[in-house]
């Protein structure tokens, strides 16, 4: 991984010796993404190059989040809005987005449109987000389309491109790659109810609060009488007292939504799994059962 | 231009359909890149796709400036910022980028490197001219390099990837992008200080209160006396009286600051004439022309 972190700063120094500095700042992240391509096409001079170029679009996508969530923390640290201001993670992500672009441009058109068609979906994925959370949103479909746009898109295609890279199955890999996406999306949904402030690390609860109705949500709302489906209405955006708190958690139990989501990841991820058995990686077939056969 | 008009709505509709009626209400500018691109390159489906995306990612530079430079205004109309909110902004900008970027690497990877490349060094450039804002900036070398990114690398780019899809001189007409962009700049600065309000349509002298130092008050400082600089110094980022602005006026004239920013554009437009006299292209020479023979 060491040799990804130096090629994205050589990467950005030759754009802007100022960018390197700010990019300093920014959260690293888990390089999941990275790891994946490393994973399936294994270490070379091209597979490095782009696990760099995917995490600094994945990077960019973020830095625009921030400002767009005015999220002021990203993985426990202060976000680059918070520390120079919403102008400067624009530029800054603007900056990783079109270097991530122009290295790309050296792959094979099937990879670079692979990638680039993911980016385009991100930004509306982005946007779907934003957009569904102004008002209570029931439709599954809608969520889907999100969380697929917004989450599994560019896991998808960073699988694919990595195959095609080696000369796997992409279709196999695209597979893994999209539910691996989905599945996190909903796992990460899911513990936001189930888990303590202490355990996330933040305040918990805060999906639905920020306008999220996430699958659980959804389920939720589908198997609630009249008058607890309004209760929970009355919550939607609310600061929640612990009752409140304890009353949702209850219900989500109650109901088996919280189940129901969680099976629906693992459905996803058994998929993903016998997608790509004939190539028993046992790397990429631990990070999707580490994901699914948690505690939650 | 109607075919490039309709080329983006349909490029914008097959990402997402609100994107769409979002860009609706977006200024659509004079399309000056997509004239350079049919102008250099003649009609086709080629050219006119080119256009379509260099106008696009022109379009999504623009979004993120206005955002970047808290602009409720472009072109007479709000602003979508203004309209929208920031976050609204920022998100189409992303979207008319990938797309713009997904559709480019379909051509050939001289016209996909030059077009991308230009875009991360558009990036940098509006990193720039926020960065020289800050404080009085006399050095030329800076003020040359933050033009040439923010404006005139992507001209360059386009011109220059419109000669390569026709087979004609690419390099020439690169040289002939390029001075055009900063021939550009540098008389839309010297304007700023000669026109008046209503002739700008804006209010005249914006740019020395917002920061920024062009090539005209450079040239005022390298010329003015002990007392004179301190006073022009006390003015800057001021808001000022009708007799500070005439002072600014007649100093820049008395001076010849006007009249040497004015000569450096012709300078760089004849330049440009001449590589590309052998194309003995008319509109492309009038065009220039237009720009550097026109009252001040």
Not at 26 to 44: F, N, P, Q, T, V
Not at 159 to 164: E, K, L, P
Not at 261 to 272: D, R, S
Request: glycine letters at 4%; proline letters at 1%; charged letters at 30%.
């Amino acid at each position: 991984m060491e040799e990804i972190e130096a090629q994205i700063e050589r990467f950005i120094k030759e754009v802007d010796e100022n960018a390197l500095a700010l990019y300093a700042k920014a959260s690293k992240g888990k390089r999941l993404r990275a790891k994946l391509i490393l994973k399936i096409a294994g270490e070379s001079k091209e597979s490095f190059k782009l696990a760099a170029i995917v995490e600094m679009i994945h990077a960019a996508s973020l830095l625009h989040d921030d400002v767009i969530d005015e999220a002021l923390m990203r993985r426990g640290s202060d976000s680059i809005n918070a520390l120079y201001g919403d102008k400067t993670a624009i530029m800054l992500g603007d900056i990783l987005y079109s270097k991530g672009f122009l290295e790309l441009v050296s792959y094979d058109r099937e990879i670079s449109k692979s990638i680039s068609d993911a980016v385009a979906k991100l930004s509306v994925g982005e946007m779907m987000d934003v957009t569904l959370s102004e008002k209570i949103n029931l439709d599954q479909k809608l969520y889907f389309e999100m969380i697929y746009k917004k989450t599994a898109v560019l896991i998808e295609a960073t699988a694919q491109s990595a195959a095609y890279l080696c000369g796997k199955d992409s279709q196999a890999f695209a597979l893994y790659g999209k539910n691996l996406g989905l599945a996190f999306q909903i796992i990460d949904d899911v513990l936001d109810i189930t888990m303590s402030d202490e355990q996330l690390g933040k305040p918990s609860l805060a999906d639905f609060k920020e306008g999220k109705t996430t699958l659980p949500y959804i389920y939720l709302f589908e198997s609630l009488n009249d008058e607890d489906s309004k209760k929970l209405t009355s919550l939607y955006k609310k600061e929640l007292t612990l009752d409140e708190s304890q009353w949702i958690r209850i219900k989500m139990k109650e109901r088996g939504a919280i189940l129901q989501a969680i099976e629906l990841a693992q459905k996803l991820g058994n998929e993903a799994l016998n997608a790509i058995a004939h190539d028993k990686n046992s790397d990429l077939e631990r990070v999707m059962r580490d994901m699914i056969e948690r505690d939650f």
